[in-house]
């Protein structure tokens, strides 16, 4: 269960970086009514859903829109920006201010009054964008408009308008520099070109490297590694977990499932049937008990098929993180909590089991054993089912197509393997312990899992509306008093209304019976698990539950001062430093108002092995691609699709190099390269998972010492 958020929001925000931007922008220039010595430049922004443009007040916050003058001439500015409709303002938990932004549509208008004469105003209008799992770049919209005297006269192409977002694939989202018919008929060219004029486009947006890094011998790192990453990114695209795992799972699963009550009475009953079936031939009985064992596993790995086909492979791997379906399932575990707590009986309708039982009655051969088989698992649901429902439930939330399928074989393996064993060897069944309130108390246990695990669910639909209920302290608290109960109840100390009284010689009930040393062992672990969690009420990092515990800025008191800060900030530097170090990088595409680095930095960063990680086998390079630390000169690029950009800030620097080194814009997005800047891994986003980090991070670190 180390997979339950985040890869359905990742994979959204891949789509939207390699298909089209999540923000269309357009600038237009308007006369005022009525005035003829004002002029409105008027910024639209059509927003996609679930995405913000922020507005110009976010002091702190996130990327703050500016409206930036380069040229002004025979005009002056005329009051500030002007939205419309009136921005959102809310308190954002993260940067501890309020925020302002547009959702779905807005402009911001800037009016000019003209001065007389020929007139001439250019410049950009920059704007910060964020859902809630990723940040763009900031993004700006120029425009360049003249005209003569105080009748505003449009250039040849106002009809069209400038500052338009553009959707290539491993660009920006900009469409910048003065509008005119020629720079249109440009534009339709390039539109126009060939994949080998695209790819000679790439090579000379390579070849501006030598003005981007101002030093000599700087080009190599500039060059676009795109491919490379893909190649490495498809590689590394592998289930939460391997089949392996999730078959051992299943294993486990149907060894706890074979030790119910509505299981482990049946095998003494089935063997012997078998036995006697075939009394005269022993081996028939034993070929008729394998086919018997064989029939449960088809119908349990036919389940795991079902399930595939139900939800579909693309759905599977949607349903992690999907609101509403976290919902059902964390109801549904608490329905099976409730059934093997002592609440109520989860059965199938009895006529079922009838009918089937008289089919296996009136048929003979291969088909006869194939119904009672099919008879059991029916019978045994009440059991079998909630573990089963937990099984699937964590299988499809894996990632995996084929998990449920895996896991299901496991699961009819380990279940059926006894009934086959037993009628081999009869004389086993003399030293296989018997029924008794053993068998409640592995129930018990179960149902408590089962509640703990729905919390986790619950977790992922909180955190996806922003209900704020279950805050790590929450959870933990939760998770802390269920494992307590559970040890309370091992020790017996906490009674159940299906556990069964026990009497002593005089017919008494015994009030507190005796428990054996593998119950009071195990009481003893569970109590342990309870008292280790804790100190995370205080923000330790509680690496055991870490996949499961909500992410820890959501914890209001954290005494935990782990912290990681990256040594350069700086490309160049920081490659220099690592070549001279002999360490491969993490480059850390980041930004000051980027909610999703700063979780990242909160709960995946501070762990012990990520810290040791990070600090000692890497040089960290973290690059603000909103840094407003303006660039001794601009330096003017040429972007994939032929038009031009101008990079005018460090921000822009590094925002660039994301984009064409990459292929990415969205942060939090780190990269592991060796000192030629060539990855190492591929790329990891904003996920909270330690362990996945950890994997990560190794893996980069085994491949640069090869």
């Known amino acids: ?11 959204l925000a891949c789509a939207i970086v390699f298909a089209q931007s999540p923000v269309k922008a357009t600038v237009t220039q308007k006369p005022v009514s009525g005035h003829d010595d004002l002029i409105d430049l008027i910024f639209s922004f059509a927003i996609d859903p679930g995405w913000h443009v922020y507005g110009p007040d976010n002091d702190g916050g996130p990327t703050a829109m500016s409206f930036n003058i380069e040229q002004l001439e025979g005009a002056k500015l005329e009051g500030v920006l002007r939205l419309a409709p009136v921005p959102k303002r809310v308190y954002d938990n993260v940067f501890g201010c309020e925020v302002t932004y547009f959702e779905s549509k807005g402009t911001a208008t800037q009016r000019l009054r003209l001065t007389g004469g020929a007139w001439k105003a250019a410049g950009y209008l920059e704007y910060g964008t964020c859902n809630d799992e990723a940040c763009m770049p900031p993004t700006p919209v120029e425009f360049s408009f003249e005209g003569e005297g105080k009748t505003l006269q449009d250039p040849p192409s106002a009809a069209s308008p400038a500052g338009t977002l553009n959707s290539s694939r491993f660009e920006p989202p900009v469409r910048e520099g003065t509008v005119t018919d020629e720079g249109r008929e440009q534009g339709k060219q390039d539109e126009e070109a060939s994949a080998d004029e695209a790819e000679t486009d790439t090579t000379a947006q390579t070849q501006t490297a030598p003005s981007l890094t101002g030093r000599a011998g700087g080009e ?12 490495l990114d498809a590689a590394s695209d592998t289930q939460s977990r391997s089949l392996l795992g999730i078959f051992l799972l299943g294993v486990v699963g149907g060894l706890i499932a074979l030790l119910t009550p509505c299981v482990w009475p049946i095998i003494p009953m089935t063997v012997s049937f078998f036995l006697k079936r075939s009394k005269d031939d022993k081996k028939k009985g034993i070929t008729d008990a394998v086919l018997y064992g064989l029939s449960i596993v088809v119908i349990y790995v036919g389940l795991g098929l079902l399930v595939t086909l139900i939800w579909g492979p693309s759905s599977l791997n949607a349903l992690s993180t999907n609101a509403i379906f976290n919902l059902f399932l964390f109801a549904l575990l608490v329905v099976f909590a409730a059934s093997f707590l002592g609440g109520f009986e989860i059965m199938l309708p009895s006529s079922w089991s009838t009918k089937i ?107 996806a509306y922003g209900w704020r209920l279950l805050d790590r302290e929450t959870f933990l608290c939760l998770w802390i008093l269920i494992f307590a109960l559970m040890g309370f109840y091992l020790l017996g100390w906490i009674r ?53 515990a909500p992410p ?10 782990n912290t990681v800060e990256a040594s350069y900030t700086d490309y160049e530097e920081g490659m220099a430093a690592a070549r001279r170090l002999g360490k491969p990088v993490m480059l850390d595409f980041t930004g000051f108002g980027c909610v999703n680095c700063r979780k990242m930095e909160a709960a995946v960063w501070p762990d012990a092995r990520v810290r040791q990680l990070m600090t000692e086998d890497y040089v960290l390079v973290s690059l603000y691609v909103d840094d407003k630390t303006p660039l001794s000169d601009p330096i003017e690029v040429t972007e994939v699709d032929g038009t031009t950009r101008k990079l005018r800030t460090i921000g822009d620097r590094w925002s660039y190099l994301q984009r064409t080194k990459f292929g990415a814009q969205t942060q939090p997005f780190y990269v592991l390269v060796d000192h030629d800047a060539r990855p190492l891994a591929g790329s990891f986003s904003y996920k909270e998972d330690v362990p996945e ?3 990560w991070l190794e893996g980069g670190l085994k491949r640069f010492k090869k």
């Open 496 to 548: 159940l209304p299906h556990d069964e009284d026990e009497y002593d010689d005089d017919g008494n009930v015994i009030v507190r019976p005796k428990i054996g040393v593998t119950r009071f062992l195990s009481a003893l672990c569970v109590l342990a698990f309870a008292l280790y969690m804790v100190p995370g009420l205080w923000g330790a990092p509680c690496k055991a539950v870490s996949a499961f």
């Open 693 to 695: 980090f950890v994997s």
């Open 552 to 561: 820890m800025w959501t914890q209001d008191f954290n005494l935990n001062q």
């Open 357 to 463: 039982d008289e089919k296996a009655s009136s048929t003979t051969g291969l088909l006869s054993i194939f119904f009672m088989a099919l008879t059991l698992v029916l019978v045994s649901f009440s059991c079998t089912g909630p573990i089963i429902g937990l099984l699937l439930v964590d299988m499809v939330t894996s990632g995996s197509v084929v998990a449920p399928t895996v896991g299901m074989l496991g699961f009819a393996l380990a279940l059926a393997a006894p009934f086959t064993l037993f009628a081999m060897f009869p004389t086993w069944l003399k030293s296989a312990p018997k029924s008794g309130n053993w068998m409640n108390v592995i129930k018990v246990v179960l149902g408590l899992v089962e509640l703990a695990f729905a919390l986790k669910f619950l977790s992922v639909a909180d955190l």
């Open 220 to 231: 190599s790192l500039w060059t676009p590694v795109i491919d490379e990453l893909h190649a």
């Open 1 to 11: 269960m180390k997979k339950f958020f985040c890869t359905f929001f990742l994979l």
